[in-house]
């Protein structure tokens, strides 16, 4: 009794506390399995701490990811966008485009589906052990903004540089003064060839320069982010009208 005790503390002083809460349970499993060797026996142990861990640091990456929503690539209506090429979504889906640094920009107007299938990849990712980390480009700009103004740019730029996958929403919708310009700029210029960005936008490239105000400013932009990047353009209907046309509710006159 003494030796299971201490073994118990042990597992609890070495922060192995699933398998010292487990320990009395696998004993009796143990016990009553005649074919469990010591090695099994320590393997069933360590392997539901194992899972448990990979759980808890699942969902933490999951808590920190600032998703708005969780919609995996299988939820996504293909047959609904025939544009997309489902291939090239399911490559991506492999995240050997986040190995490589690459970056990711899905182009369209409002409703296509662009978030969900950035939320897709994310979901895939963070679930493979990858952090990620979610923001509209004018929640992004804000912060930053607000950080300089209080003298805490520097460290508030890692809150963007540390994930594996920076997801940055809704680029396009609102247009950008020289300094808002000129923090997404360093932004990309930052994590190029770093970290992947994924990123959404109802623009083509063509606008950017009125869009942030500036073209040299943005032809640098695009220059870095396109340097290794997997371009997905959806040209179809809206998701949020889908429901609404199949029931013939808007007079098509």
Not at 101 to 120: E, I, M, S, Y
Not at 130 to 139: A, E, G, I, R
């Amino acid at each position: 009794m003494v030796e299971y005790e201490h073994t118990q503390q042990l597992l609890e002083e070495m922060g192995l506390t699933t398998a010292a809460a487990l320990l009395d349970a696998k004993l009796d499993e143990a016990a009553r399995n005649e074919d469990m060797t010591y090695l099994s026996f320590l393997h069933c142990l360590l392997e539901e701490e194992y899972e448990t861990r990979k759980r808890r640091s699942q969902q933490t990456r999951l808590k920190l990811s600032k998703l708005p929503y969780r919609k995996t690539l299988e939820e996504f209506d293909f047959e609904f966008q025939p544009s997309i090429d489902r291939e090239q979504i399911n490559e991506l889906g492999t995240l050997v485009f986040a190995e490589r640094k690459d970056n990711v920009l899905f182009l369209g107007p409002p409703g296509v589906g662009k978030t969900h299938l950035a939320v897709g990849l994310a979901l895939n990712a963070i679930e493979n052990g990858k952090t990620v980390y979610f923001t509209s480009l004018t929640q992004m700009i804000h912060d930053l903004e607000k950080a300089d103004m209080q003298g805490r740019l520097e460290r508030r730029w890692k809150v963007y540089m540390r994930p594996s996958i920076l997801i940055i929403d809704e680029i396009g919708y609102y247009s950008l003064d020289r300094r808002a310009a000129e923090l997404f700029f360093q932004i990309v210029c930052r994590r190029y060839e770093t970290g992947s960005i994924i990123l959404t936008s109802n623009k083509h490239f063509s606008e950017w320069g009125e869009m942030m105000s500036d073209t040299v400013i943005a032809t640098a932009t695009l220059d870095r982010l396109l340097h290794h990047a997997h371009i997905i353009n959806i040209r179809g209907n809206s998701y949020r009208m889908k429901d609404r046309l199949r029931v013939g509710e808007f007079d098509r006159r």
